[in-house]
C-alpha cells in the first residue's frame, strides 16, 4: 500500500524530511507522495514516520494502491538495488 496525503495537508514540512526512501515531496498545492517511491516505511522501520509526526493525520493508505508487505519489502529491495534510496 502506497500512502496518500489528504487536501487537508497544511504544508507544515514534518513530513518530507522523515521519509527514508524520498517518496515525499512538494507539489502543486500540497506535500504528495510518488506510489512508486512508498514502501510505508517497510525496510526501514516498523511503522510509517510520516503518520507518526503528522499532526493532523492526514497521511493516510491510498485505496488506490493497495500492496501487501511482501510487497513493500520487495519495492524497497528494488528501490536499493536501483540506488534510488
Not at 48 to 71: F, G, H, L, W, Y
Request: charged share 25%.
Amino acid at each position: 500500500m502506497a500512502l496518500k496525503i489528504l487536501d487537508n495537508c497544511t504544508n507544515c514540512d514534518m513530513c518530507e524530511p522523515e521519509c527514508p526512501n524520498k517518496a515525499i515531496s512538494y507539489g502543486a498545492k500540497i506535500y504528495e507522495i510518488n506510489p512508486d517511491l512508498c514502501t510505508e516505511c517497510v525496510g526501514f522501520y516498523d511503522t510509517p514516520t510520516c503518520i507518526s509526526v503528522c499532526p493532523i493525520d492526514c497521511i493516510i493508505t491510498d485505496p488506490n494502491r493497495v500492496e501487501d508487505k511482501a510487497t513493500l519489502l520487495e519495492k524497497f529491495e528494488q528501490l536499493v538495488l536501483s540506488d534510488k534510496i
